[in-house]
């Protein structure tokens, strides 16, 4: 588990551009089960969180179609929100930086931390915008 402290400017990042934080399995079940789209970004401290994911998470926001609903859960810290968002992206391993897409409570689009790592994060967010445009 990392400390709150330092966390803390990582989360903040995905919240003030709109993504609810998910501390609990609870919280995680609730926000799948709402209608329409659900994109999950499973955030971590890696740097290719900071570098890629992170960004192309909010650059993606900036497209005609959006998700309706905007989620996080932190890798390394909510653990239990963690595993439950992860066993909803079964059959993908699990992988931090992560993100997924969810319509009606169903995976329709994941992207793992291969898809991530060493990418640009506008090569990340032109792939989110597509599956926005598909199934937004």
Do not use: W
């Amino acid at each position: 588990m990392y400390p709150e402290e330092l966390v803390k400017p990582m989360r903040q990042d995905l919240a003030v551009a709109g993504f609810q934080e998910l501390y609990s399995s609870e919280a995680v079940e609730e926000a799948l089960k709402q209608d329409g789209t659900t994109l999950v970004v499973v955030n971590s401290v890696c740097g290719c969180a900071a570098a890629n994911a992170r960004p192309a998470a909010k650059l993606s926001l900036q497209n005609g179609k959006t998700p309706s609903h905007l989620v996080t859960v932190f890798a390394g810290v909510d653990t239990e929100a963690v595993n439950t968002a992860r066993a909803h992206m079964v059959p993908f391993p699990p992988s931090s930086p992560s993100m997924a897409l969810f319509k009606d409570g169903e995976l329709v689009h994941m992207i793992e931390r291969h898809h991530i790592e060493g990418r640009p994060a506008e090569v990340i967010a032109e792939n989110l915008m597509e599956a926005y445009n598909e199934h937004c």
